[in-house]
T-cell receptor, first 115, second 114 residues
Framework: AQTVTQSQPEMSVQEAETVTLSCTYD???????LFWYKQPPSRQMILVIR??????QNATENRFSVNFQKAAKSFSLKISDSQLGDTAMYFC????????????FGQGTRLTINP | GAVVSQHPSRVICKSGTSVKIECRSL??????MFWYRQFPKQSLMLMAT?????????EQGVEKDKFLINHASLTLSTLTVTSAHPEDSSFYIC??????????FGDGTRLSIL
């Protein structure tokens, strides 16, 4: 079974700083997707960024980028120029391409951006 | 705008009541819908996978007689918490996906059983 591990339960940085959230996963599959979701206090689940495992290039969405290391099974999220609105729970998630396409979530990292 | 609508957003009811939660995909036909439960300060726990016209597939440890799932159409899935008790109080959230696309989540339902 696939597992996703986020080893940082909480992180806190000052506004405008850069922060990196860690995520590792375990799978025997070769084709899959990886995601970062943001869950603010409203508890909505918001897709931040996605990465297809077959793509070597790291995904980027504005201030958000990932460092995808397939061999190491590592998928970290970097938030540049952090903003107060980035304060939220962040979940790393794994999804098979084939089959039921279930999401497997990590434990989450609570990120606080301080003014 | 929202592509998955979940209702109600908040339910408070007495112990023994059955509660139905609806999940609708608004502008697409969902291949599959998923139901999650989230305890405070914890991650999302998958309860079941729902496909239109077939029985839901429940995760290990989830009581299918307690959490009834009906997937009547490609745009609607319902979760009924039968004879709810205080331990069923939680945040329930659904999601829907099109093939190989990221899951779109509903806004969740906060269930409180008194």
């Amino acid at each position: 079974a696939q597992t996703v591990t986020q080893s940082q339960p909480e992180m806190s940085v000052q506004e405008a700083e850069t922060v990196t959230l860690s995520c590792t996963y375990d799978t025997s599959e070769n084709n899959y997707y990886l995601f970062w979701y943001k869950q603010p206090p409203s508890r909505q689940m918001i897709l931040v960024i996605r990465q297809e495992a077959y793509k070597q290039q790291n995904a980027t969405e504005n201030r958000f980028s990932v460092n995808f290391q397939k061999a190491a099974k590592s998928f970290s999220l970097k938030i540049s120029d952090s903003q107060l609105g980035d304060t939220a729970m962040y979940f790393c998630a794994f999804m098979h391409i084939q089959g039921a396409q279930k999401l497997v979530f990590g434990q989450g990292t609570r990120l606080t951006i301080n003014p | 705008g929202a592509v998955v609508s979940q209702h109600p957003s908040r339910v408070i009811c007495k112990s023994g009541t059955s509660v139905k939660i609806e999940c609708r995909s608004l502008d697409f036909q969902a291949t599959t819908m998923f139901w999650y439960r989230q305890f405070p300060k914890q991650s999302l726990m998958l309860m079941a996978t729902s496909n239109e016209g077939s029985k839901a597939t429940y995760e290990q440890g989830v009581e299918k007689d307690k959490f009834l799932i009906n997937h009547a159409s490609l745009t609607l899935s319902t979760l009924t918490v039968t004879s709810a008790h205080p331990e069923d109080s939680s945040f329930y959230i659904c999601s829907a996906n099109r093939n190989q696309q990221p899951q779109h989540f509903g806004d969740g339902t906060r269930l409180s059983i008194l």
